[in-house]
């Protein structure tokens, strides 16, 4: 191999190594990892909130071939305002199936292993109302803080994005 070939190979290995090192130092993740892309095993990650990944792939494949519906969040963001590090902090997200046919939530991932978000694993019959309840560990993490949930159904906008902030301050 030519040395400009092998500068380039090497300075990807180095940036593919630091960034590994970053991610694990930052405390996302396993959790984060198994969260947005179901790798690795629930059984690591199930802090009582979680499911087998073989119940997402089910209602998954049950949406596919449900009738679109409609879900009207009452609001799809919140801040929490100042939390002390270390605290863990909830809301729930409150909405309503307004279509005509049953909403099925077929997953909701966290954009951080640090949000653990809880939702209805049953149907939602039209008019009725449910809550999707988000968990935010503030454990290291100081600072200003914004963290999305992508929520996933049968709803015509088939991927929605609930999110909050928070101003999580250092114990004194």
């Known amino acids: 191999m030519n040395q400009q070939l092998k500068t380039v190979l090497l300075t990807i290995l180095t940036l593919s190594c630091f960034v590994i090192a970053l991610v694990e130092l930052s405390g996302v993740s396993k959790t984060a990892l198994f969260n947005k892309y179901q790798i690795g095993s629930a059984s690591e990650h199930n802090h009582g909130h979680e499911e087998e990944p ?7 494949r049950q949406i596919k071939d449900m009738p679109k519906t409609t879900i009207e969040f009452a609001e799809t963001k919140f801040h929490f305002g ?4 270390g605290e863990k902090v909830k809301h729930s997200f409150h909405f309503k199936n307004t279509g005509s046919n049953p909403l099925l939530i077929s997953n909701a991932i966290a954009s951080c292993g640090c949000t653990i978000p809880s939702y209805p694993k049953e149907p939602i019959a039209p008019g009725e109302e449910g809550d999707i309840l988000v968990e935010f560990n503030t454990k290291s993490r100081v600072g200003h803080q914004e963290k999305n949930v992508i929520v996933y159904s049968n709803a015509q906008q088939e991927a929605m994005s609930i999110g909050f902030e928070a101003d999580v301050k250092e114990l004194e």
């Open 82 to 85: 100042t939390v002390r590090e």
């Open 54 to 60: 073989d119940d997402i792939a089910q209602r998954q």
